[in-house]
């Protein structure tokens, strides 16, 4: 399968626990963006990279979180001293542009965190 | 962003087609409009995208209004498996990213 892939797709973790998700874009996408999605909600924008480059970053990325792309191939999202707060299904997602146009975004199946 | 409202929810007897409808009042020229639906403890799948004129897939069919005011998504046979939130998205790739709403929850009746 050549698909976005993330890892891992379930985690538990302790309030104050560090914890690292790693993903892989489909081959040679030079976009990629990092979703989060609570229950019963849509998923909202948190980075995107272009390349290595991280172009964009919400308002949601607090501090604790950070994001990188090193070589412009896998991505991986650290969330520090996690919070209850942070419990949600990470999105990964990919696509190519080298223009601004309508480009089709692919998800992956994304990586539930739980923090209790 | 330019915003789209979609009904909360539909209903549809399977295999019948089902037009799920999209307004974009505000949308710009230079909007594309997407379509994704994401079924339970998946991520969003893409289904289709167009800027002015109707587009047919695989999967759907995508009926633009001439105003581009409106849009609907229509499938022309539905599965249970086409159960699932749909959303509308008004997509500009100098905006970077994908704004998704709330979406339309399409539950499918055997």
């Known amino acids: 399968d050549t698909g976005v892939s993330q890892d891992p797709r379930h985690k538990i973790t302790k309030r104050g626990q560090n914890v690292t998700f790693r993903c892989d874009p489909i081959?040679?996408?030079?976009?990629l963006y990092w979703y989060r999605q609570t229950l019963g909600q849509g998923p909202e924008f948190l980075t995107y990279f272009q390349n290595e480059a991280q172009l964009e970053k919400s308002r949601l990325l607090s501090d604790r979180f950070s994001a990188e792309r090193p070589k412009g191939s896998f991505s991986t999202l650290e969330i520090q001293r996690t919070e209850q707060g942070d419990s949600a299904m990470y999105l990964c997602?990919?696509?190519?542009?080298?223009?601004?146009?309508?480009?089709?975004?692919?998800f992956g199946e994304g990586s539930w965190l739980t923090v209790v | 962003d330019a915003k789209t409202t979609q009904p909360n929810s539909m209903e549809s007897n399977e295999e019948e087609p089902v037009h799920l409808p999209c307004n974009h009042s505000t949308i710009s020229g230079t909007d594309y409009i997407h379509w994704y639906r994401q079924l339970p403890s998946q991520g969003p799948e893409y289904v289709i995208h167009?800027?002015?004129s109707n587009v047919n897939n695989r999967m759907a069919s995508l009926a633009i209004a001439e105003d581009r005011k409106s849009s609907t998504l229509i499938l022309h046979r539905a599965t249970l498996r086409d159960a699932a939130v749909y959303y509308c998205i008004l997509y500009s790739g100098s905006a970077r990213q994908l704004t998704f709403g709330s979406g339309t929850q399409l539950t499918v009746l055997p």
């Open positions: 081959s040679e996408h030079n976009r």
């Open positions: 167009g800027l002015t």
């Open positions: 997602a990919s696509s190519y542009g080298q223009t601004d146009s309508g480009n089709t975004i692919y």
